[in-house]
């Protein structure tokens, strides 16, 4: 096996991408996620409740592949308004480490014009190592 591609049970299908990619080593590759569900619907119309789903969605791509938010090396925030994420740093600790726990990887944050999705306020992406 040279890679394996991670989906989460119950989501709708990824168009165009895969969710996730494991490396045979156990690296895996989670492809920047947003914040709607596994049903592709944004519930949260607010910064912080995307975010939240967005950390929640990057932990279930690496649950999936049999790792934990420990897993977790690095991820690279992507933001459309920097003002928004400077203004609101205490709720985004408090709800990072509500999903994700005391684990802090390397991080980048990049502030970006716009996403994909026209909705998106916000998009991450990770690494994590899984071992088997």
């Not at 989460?8 to 045979?24: D, V």
């Not at 005391?102 to 994590?128: C, G, K, N, S, Y």
């Amino acid at each position: 096996m040279t890679h394996r591609i991670i989906h989460p049970e119950g989501w709708k299908p990824a168009k165009g991408y895969a969710n996730g990619m494991l490396g045979a080593d156990g690296t895996l590759y989670v492809a920047g996620q947003i914040g709607w569900t596994g049903d592709q619907v944004f519930e949260a119309k607010d910064f912080i409740g995307q975010m939240e789903q967005a950390l929640r969605n990057i932990l279930a791509v690496v649950e999936a592949a049999g790792g934990t938010a420990a897993d977790i090396l690095r991820m690279t925030w992507f933001v459309t308004d920097k003002s928004t994420y400077l203004a609101h740093q205490a709720e985004i600790g408090k709800t990072y480490q509500a999903v994700l726990g005391r684990h802090f990887p390397a991080m980048t944050m990049v502030v970006v014009l716009a996403l994909v999705e026209d909705e998106a306020l916000l998009e991450i992406e990770a690494t994590a190592f899984i071992q088997g």
